[in-house]
């Protein structure tokens, strides 16, 4: 079973209490962008197998929104950060290549 932390209101919350809310960091379309770009935002997603970044709603305790880093493959958890971070903390960044040498942190365009 996934469990992850709110980092807003301190509670190991299972999976049960938790709401999906797809991937993390993404750069929104403004008002300028072509239809193409407009389409990828709302449609273009990565699915890795191995370190993703997800967003997550804290749904049956305090209602925010926060990030994961996680394994999709092994479930395994880096840690969880507010929503309001523009990328992963570094602390996690450094978690994620200890465990997973040869990974290095994407930035979205």
């Not at 079973?1 to 709110?6: F, G, S």
């Not at 072509?34 to 370190?51: I, K, Q």
């Not at 305790?61 to 926060?66: S, T, V």
Request: aromatic share 12%; glycine share 8%; proline share 7%.
């Amino acid at each position: 079973m996934l469990i992850l932390h709110c980092p807003y209101c301190g509670v190991d919350a299972d999976e049960t209490e938790l709401a999906p809310g797809g991937e993390a960091h993404l750069k929104r379309a403004g008002p300028d962008s072509s239809d193409e770009e407009f389409h990828d935002y709302l449609f273009a997603r990565e699915n890795p197998r191995g370190v993703h970044f997800e967003r997550w709603r804290h749904a049956a305790g305090c209602g925010k929104w926060f990030h994961a880093a996680r394994d999709t493959a092994t479930l395994e958890v880096f840690g969880t950060y507010p929503a309001q971070t523009t990328e992963p903390p570094r602390e996690i960044r450094a978690r994620i290549s200890v465990r997973r040498p040869g990974w290095t942190w994407r930035e979205f365009s």
